[in-house]
């Protein structure tokens, strides 16, 4: 149980284009999911946190209006990395909460190439 | 601030050999320490936490408030240890975790 999944698993797109990522908690539901950000052997650094039902909390110097985060139901969570630079390129990371005690599940990433 | 702090950022060992993977971690209330582990190609997946106080493959950790450490530690390592660890805080009551930036553990045969 508590799978979390991620789609695409990797993309690639042009410099200037928008980007939609994707996160489901696929046989729990949670009311808070993270989005993370991983460049290349370095640690995750948490970008927001996605509340079903409100706006997502961000993290300093994380642009809102850059990352867009969507959580409309309680199994799926959005990011959607708009006018998308090479310097976006990056491992993006969600995680969702269930249990008690809470935990963090995670998924697998999405790799995200842009050109 | 909060911060964890990992200052390997590889470890290598024998087969068999003792592992401690060093944590410390700075936070001015009373936080809660994970260790989380990242398998080859795969996602990351807690390993254990300390309010659990349990053992987990082998591994265990001690919260030490006094030198604010939680080190991870195994007392006869395995190849299949070999993976990312990362070391997390989160407050006590709240969700968000801060990671250390991680150690490469290699066990060789």
């Known amino acids: 149980g508590a799978v979390v999944s991620q789609h695409p698993s990797w993309v690639i797109c042009k410099s200037g284009t928008s980007v939609k990522i994707e996160c489901r908690s696929l046989?729990?539901?949670?009311?808070?999911m993270f989005w993370y950000r991983q460049f290349p052997k370095q640690s995750l650094m948490l970008m927001a946190t996605?509340?079903?039902?409100?706006?997502?909390?961000?993290e300093q110097g994380v642009e809102k209006d850059k990352f867009l985060i969507n959580h409309a139901s309680l199994t799926l969570s959005t990011l959607t990395v708009t006018s998308a630079h090479p310097e976006d390129s990056s491992f993006y990371i969600c995680?969702?909460?269930?249990?008690?005690?809470?935990?963090?599940?995670f998924g697998p990433g999405t790799r995200l190439t842009v050109l | 601030a909060q911060r964890v702090t990992q200052p390997e950022k590889l470890l290598s060992v024998f087969k068999g050999a003792p592992v401690e993977l060093k944590c410390n971690y700075s936070?001015?209330?009373?936080?809660?320490l994970f260790w989380y582990v990242q398998y080859s190609r795969q996602r990351l997946q807690l390993l254990l936490r300390?309010?659990s106080r349990e053992s987990i493959k082998g591994f265990t950790a001690d919260l030490n408030k006094g030198e604010t450490s939680f080190h991870l530690k195994k007392p006869f390592a395995q190849e299949e240890d070999s993976a990312m660890y990362y070391c997390?805080?989160?407050?006590?009551?709240?969700?968000?975790?801060?990671f250390g930036t991680g150690t490469r553990l290699l066990v060789s045969p």
């Open positions: 046989d729990f539901q949670a009311t808070t």
């Open positions: 936070y001015s209330g009373s936080p809660e």
């Open positions: 995680s969702a909460v269930w249990g008690v005690p809470n935990e963090q599940f």
């Open positions: 997390a805080l989160k407050n006590t009551g709240f969700q968000k975790l801060v």
């Open positions: 996605s509340n079903e039902g409100s706006k997502a909390t961000y």
């Open positions: 300390h309010i």
